[in-house]
Protein backbone atom coordinates (compact mmCIF):
# COMPACT_ATOMS: atom_id res chain seq x y z
CA UNK A 1 0.00 0.00 0.00
CA UNK A 2 1.17 3.62 -0.76
CA UNK A 3 1.36 6.24 1.55
CA UNK A 4 -1.31 9.23 0.71
CA UNK A 5 0.63 11.80 -1.05
CA UNK A 6 -0.27 15.32 -0.06
CA UNK A 7 -1.41 17.77 -2.48
CA UNK A 8 2.01 20.76 -3.31
CA UNK A 9 0.20 23.62 -3.93
CA UNK A 10 -1.89 22.86 -0.37
CA UNK A 11 -0.55 21.29 2.35
CA UNK A 12 -2.35 19.10 4.94
CA UNK A 13 -2.40 21.94 7.50
CA UNK A 14 -3.91 24.92 5.56
CA UNK A 15 -6.33 26.07 7.80
CA UNK A 16 -5.55 26.91 10.87
CA UNK A 17 -8.49 24.82 11.91
CA UNK A 18 -7.17 21.84 11.05
CA UNK A 19 -3.43 22.58 12.48
CA UNK A 20 -4.81 23.11 15.83
CA UNK A 21 -4.71 20.24 18.28
CA UNK A 22 -7.51 19.40 21.23
CA UNK A 23 -4.88 20.50 23.52
CA UNK A 24 -4.83 24.16 22.40
CA UNK A 25 -8.75 24.08 21.85
CA UNK A 26 -9.38 23.24 25.57
CA UNK A 27 -7.11 25.89 26.45
CA UNK A 28 -8.74 29.16 25.05
CA UNK A 29 -12.19 27.46 26.09
CA UNK A 30 -10.99 27.27 29.63
CA UNK A 31 -10.25 31.26 29.79
CA UNK A 32 -13.37 31.88 28.14
CA UNK A 33 -15.26 30.00 30.75
CA UNK A 34 -12.96 31.73 33.55
CA UNK A 35 -13.41 35.68 31.57
CA UNK A 36 -17.41 34.83 31.12
CA UNK A 37 -17.68 33.65 35.53
CA UNK A 38 -16.09 36.46 36.28
CA UNK A 39 -18.00 39.03 34.68
CA UNK A 40 -20.99 37.18 35.94
CA UNK A 41 -19.65 37.27 39.38
CA UNK A 42 -18.91 41.13 38.85
CA UNK A 43 -22.30 41.46 37.56
CA UNK A 44 -23.98 40.24 40.75
CA UNK A 45 -21.98 41.96 43.17
CA UNK A 46 -22.77 45.54 41.81
CA UNK A 47 -26.06 44.95 41.77
CA UNK A 48 -25.96 43.66 45.21
CA UNK A 49 -25.19 47.01 46.47
CA UNK A 50 -26.97 48.85 43.56
CA UNK A 51 -30.37 47.09 45.38
CA UNK A 52 -28.58 47.80 48.91
CA UNK A 53 -28.98 51.74 47.92
CA UNK A 54 -32.07 51.63 46.89
CA UNK A 55 -33.83 49.58 49.82
CA UNK A 56 -32.03 52.12 52.39
CA UNK A 57 -33.26 54.75 50.04
CA UNK A 58 -36.98 53.34 50.64
CA UNK A 59 -36.47 52.68 54.30
CA UNK A 60 -35.52 56.21 54.56
CA UNK A 61 -38.48 57.46 52.92
CA UNK A 62 -40.64 55.69 54.59
CA UNK A 63 -39.08 57.01 58.02
CA UNK A 64 -40.15 60.05 56.95
CA UNK A 65 -43.03 59.69 55.73
CA UNK A 66 -43.93 58.10 59.53
CA UNK A 67 -42.05 61.25 61.24
CA UNK A 68 -44.28 63.77 58.65
CA UNK A 69 -47.48 62.29 59.81
CA UNK A 70 -46.29 62.40 63.28
CA UNK A 71 -45.74 66.27 62.54
CA UNK A 72 -48.87 66.89 61.16
CA UNK A 73 -51.02 65.49 63.97
CA UNK A 74 -49.08 67.62 66.39
CA UNK A 75 -49.78 71.12 64.03
CA UNK A 76 -53.73 70.26 64.06
CA UNK A 77 -53.49 69.11 67.52
CA UNK A 78 -51.93 72.41 67.89
CA UNK A 79 -54.77 74.35 65.91
CA UNK A 80 -57.44 72.95 67.98
CA UNK A 81 -55.35 73.52 70.80
CA UNK A 82 -55.20 77.37 70.03
CA UNK A 83 -59.17 77.13 69.10
CA UNK A 84 -60.01 75.53 71.84
CA UNK A 85 -58.28 78.20 74.09
CA UNK A 86 -59.58 81.47 72.41
CA UNK A 87 -62.02 83.99 73.83
CA UNK A 88 -64.19 84.07 71.38
CA UNK A 89 -65.28 83.13 68.33
CA UNK A 90 -63.81 86.23 66.63
CA UNK A 91 -60.48 85.55 68.04
CA UNK A 92 -59.77 82.44 66.84
CA UNK A 93 -60.67 83.59 63.31
CA UNK A 94 -58.71 86.61 63.64
CA UNK A 95 -55.33 84.81 64.72
CA UNK A 96 -55.83 82.57 61.56
CA UNK A 97 -56.23 85.45 59.65
CA UNK A 98 -57.14 85.18 55.83
CA UNK A 99 -53.30 84.25 54.82
CA UNK A 100 -54.44 83.10 51.07
CA UNK A 101 -54.02 79.22 52.21
CA UNK A 102 -50.47 79.64 54.01
CA UNK A 103 -49.08 78.28 56.93
CA UNK A 104 -50.39 80.70 60.23
CA UNK A 105 -47.14 79.03 61.97
CA UNK A 106 -44.47 77.18 61.60
CA UNK A 107 -42.73 75.00 64.53
CA UNK A 108 -39.30 73.41 63.93
CA UNK A 109 -39.48 69.82 65.51
CA UNK A 110 -36.77 67.36 65.73
CA UNK A 111 -35.56 67.06 62.13
CA UNK A 112 -38.70 68.12 60.45
CA UNK A 113 -41.37 70.89 61.84
CA UNK A 114 -45.33 71.12 61.79
CA UNK A 115 -47.37 73.90 60.83
CA UNK A 116 -51.61 74.72 60.27
CA UNK A 117 -53.47 76.56 58.25
CA UNK A 118 -57.17 77.03 57.48
CA UNK A 119 -59.38 77.84 54.53
CA UNK A 120 -62.77 79.11 54.02
CA UNK A 121 -63.50 76.89 51.15
CA UNK A 122 -67.02 78.62 50.43
CA UNK A 123 -65.76 82.44 50.24
CA UNK A 124 -62.00 82.32 51.14
CA UNK A 125 -62.88 85.09 53.98
CA UNK A 126 -62.18 83.41 57.46
CA UNK A 127 -63.80 86.46 59.36
CA UNK A 128 -67.26 85.87 58.35
CA UNK A 129 -68.26 82.92 60.86
CA UNK A 130 -71.30 81.59 59.09
CA UNK A 131 -69.02 79.65 57.06
CA UNK A 132 -67.36 76.29 57.81
CA UNK A 133 -63.79 75.73 57.23
CA UNK A 134 -60.73 73.52 56.71
CA UNK A 135 -58.04 73.10 58.91
CA UNK A 136 -54.87 71.28 57.42
CA UNK A 137 -52.09 70.25 59.69
CA UNK A 138 -48.91 69.98 57.75
CA UNK A 139 -46.00 67.82 58.45
CA UNK A 140 -42.54 68.37 57.21
CA UNK A 141 -39.20 66.31 57.11
CA UNK A 142 -36.60 66.27 54.56
CA UNK A 143 -38.66 66.54 51.06
CA UNK A 144 -41.46 64.92 51.92
CA UNK A 145 -44.70 66.76 53.22
CA UNK A 146 -47.85 65.18 55.17
CA UNK A 147 -51.28 66.47 55.48
CA UNK A 148 -54.32 66.31 57.50
CA UNK A 149 -57.68 68.31 56.94
CA UNK A 150 -60.34 68.28 58.89
CA UNK A 151 -63.22 70.55 58.45
CA UNK A 152 -64.67 72.78 61.06
CA UNK A 153 -68.06 73.96 61.77
CA UNK A 154 -68.56 77.53 61.71
CA UNK A 155 -68.37 77.52 65.93
CA UNK A 156 -64.93 75.47 65.89
CA UNK A 157 -66.16 71.84 66.57
CA UNK A 158 -64.69 69.34 64.50
CA UNK A 159 -67.23 67.78 61.42
CA UNK A 160 -67.51 64.19 62.57
CA UNK A 161 -65.83 61.72 59.14
CA UNK A 162 -64.43 65.03 57.56
CA UNK A 163 -60.89 63.93 58.36
CA UNK A 164 -58.98 63.17 55.17
CA UNK A 165 -54.61 62.50 54.95
CA UNK A 166 -52.40 63.06 51.85
CA UNK A 167 -48.82 62.77 51.23
CA UNK A 168 -47.41 65.43 49.38
Not at 96 to 109: A, E, L, R
Not at 122 to 146: F, W
Request: aromatic letters at 6%; one cysteine or more; glycine letters at 12%.
Amino acid sequence: MTPPTTNPIRPACAFARQCRTPRLMRRGSAYIVVLMTGILVGVVGVSGVYLSRVERRTQQLTSDAAEARLYAMAGLDLALLMIDQSATEADWRNSFGNNGGYPVWQQKIGSGGCSARAVDPADGDLNNGSHPLVLTGIGEVGDTRYLIEVQLDSWGEVIDGTWRRTID
